[in-house]
């Protein structure tokens, strides 16, 4: 089923159903084969059965963020289409906290690649403090399931968010390591290759990068008003 003007809502309750459902989009948008920066933390042979383990990883990420921060989500039937993930103001570390599914994600992760995990957080997290500091909505995750891709969805939750912020008077932030949301290179026939996030009205405030696994990663840092 689509739904043509499809309702977001915060979702509230991390039953198990919810964060499954939740992760596995959120798995799909984010991994060694899609994403640069997991493909440098968690690529080749660093962490074995590494879709387990980033399904795990996820589900820890959806949890913590129902619990400790924002979820919004556009449904279609039972089916998650797209959700983000928020920091309110005031809290903003990529650092994971203790959930359900620590254990397990603690057991899959191999030991040797702790200090480069731990690096990319402090890193990230240091990276961020300064573009944006700590008084602003900072938009961690946003993930749209592959079958309902370029359908507007993930603009349409940047759109709530930037509400909410606007409302609360505070700035919107997000982070990316994804060349193609900030490339310069624009097609005159279409607009799909101009930047993503310069398409939402974002404004690149920071660039820096990562070194992990001998891999250089950029990231680059954008605010919204």
Known sequence: MTVDNPSIRQITDADPD?????AAV?????????????DALYGGDTVPDVDDFNLVRCKG?????????????????????????VFP?????????????????????????LPTQNHFHDTIDSFERNAFG???????FLATARWARRRGLA????????????KDGKITTLTTAT?????????????????YYEKQ??????????????????LWAFIKQ
Not at 100 to 106: I, K, R, T
Not at 158 to 165: E, I, K, P
């Open 89 to 113: 103001p005031g809290v903003h570390s990529t650092k994971p906290t203790q959930n359900p599914y620590s254990a397990e994600l603690e057991a899959r992760t191999p030991s040797a690649i």
């Open 201 to 218: 009205g974002f404004k690149l405030v920071a660039k820096s990068n990562v070194e992990l696994r001998g891999i250089d990663v950029p």
């Open 26 to 38: 959120m798995a799909e948008a984010f991994n060694t084969r899609d994403d640069p920066m997991y």
């Open 155 to 166: 603009a349409r939750l940047l759109d709530h968010v930037l509400g909410m912020a606007r």
């Open 179 to 195: 060349e193609s949301n900030v490339s310069t290179v624009r097609s005159r026939v279409t607009d799909w290759q101009v930047p």
């Open 134 to 140: 700590t008084d602003h909505y900072y938009v961690c």
């Open 18 to 22: 919810t964060v499954d459902r939740l």
């Open 61 to 85: 990420r959806v949890y913590d963020a129902i619990v400790n921060k924002l979820v919004f989500a556009i449904e279609e039937g039972d089916k998650i289409a797209a959700f983000a993930t």
